[in-house]
């Protein structure tokens, strides 16, 4: 049995936003959170279910996984295979937005719900080595939080290096599923939650119809396109700032050996840089 890349933008949207097999979202939400007993979501309205793109290779018709609890509760299940630019302002956008599409204006603040963001990322952002984190809105004195309407949790894919074996919770058996799914011949004997067997079995190639699968292929030549223009403009910014620094220190009369070496290039690559502002 092969499995999928469920880090691919229609997999992931196929897997998570199944209107047929939610329970799938509902595992996985509950996981992520850590929620349990009565604060255990049970069932979930799909906000945009899963369709799959018209036209090969475009992406799919929805942004990310939208889904309301039985409690009112929004929540926002994204994949990011690569670092967008602005993330950050991204996701306090996209959560700042649902929370205050909830209601009209002149409406009552208490009908507000919340709202729950939920990243895995296949990139690392933040700097702890816990591959889930957890942000709230909190005092910055006390660490008390009053303002939890909005919450944000993440999965860094790099961060998470354990073995089957290993795993040791409901979370790390999703987190081993999005990671690896892809690898692995059988479903580990290890998965004993219902919404983790459905998402293994939804992963299984041979349930895939031809269509569903080749805009997955599709959405996978994308999506290595999309990574490789965001690492292309990062050199691109990476010489910008190496050649910024590298004019300041011509400028103070700083010797060629000693700029080339604080900022990281060859001295053949710093003479370049005095030439081409003498063009200029």
């Known amino acids: 049995m092969k ?4 880090k691919n ?14 329970v799938i979202l509902i595992s996985f939400l509950n996981a992520v959170l850590g929620l349990e007993g ?19 290779g475009e992406k799919s018709s929805i942004i990310d996984v939208r889904a309301k609890d039985e409690r009112g509760a929004t929540f926002i299940v994204e994949m990011q295979v690569a670092e967008p630019k602005g993330f950050a302002q991204r996701v306090l956008y996209y959560t700042s937005k ?26 690392n952002y933040f700097s702890g080595k816990n591959y889930l984190s957890s942000h709230l809105i909190t005092d910055e004195e006390t660490g008390e939080c009053n303002f939890k309407d909005m919450k944000f949790r993440f999965i860094e894919l ?20 999005i990671k690896n799914a892809d690898e692995l011949e059988v479903m580990p004997d290890n998965v004993d939650d219902e919404g983790l067997r459905e998402a293994y079995e939804e992963a299984a190639q041979h349930n895939w119809s031809k269509v569903a699968y080749d805009a997955y292929i599709y959405s996978g030549m994308r999506d290595q396109d999309d990574k490789g223009r965001i690492e292309l403009e990062k050199n691109r910014e990476r010489e910008r700032e190496r ?38």
């Open 243 to 280: 050649r910024r620094i590298s004019l300041g220190m011509i400028e103070n009369d700083i010797p060629l050996s000693i700029i080339a070496k604080s900022v990281g290039i060859s001295e053949d690559e710093a003479t370049q840089i005095i030439e081409n502002q003498k063009d200029e």
């Open 38 to 56: 009565q604060n255990r979501v049970k069932e979930v309205t799909l906000l945009n279910p899963f369709q799959l793109p018209r036209i090969a």
């Open 3 to 6: 499995f999928v890349d469920v």
């Open 98 to 123: 649902d929370y205050a599409a909830q209601i009209d204006s002149g409406e009552d603040y208490p009908l507000l719900r919340p709202v729950y963001f939920i990243g895995v990322l296949d990139f």
């Open 9 to 22: 933008d229609v997999a992931f949207r196929k897997i998570f936003g199944n209107e047929n097999k939610k």
């Open 158 to 177: 790099k961060k998470f290096n354990k073995e089957v074996h290993e795993l040791k919770n409901i979370i790390d058996k999703w987190t081993f599923f």
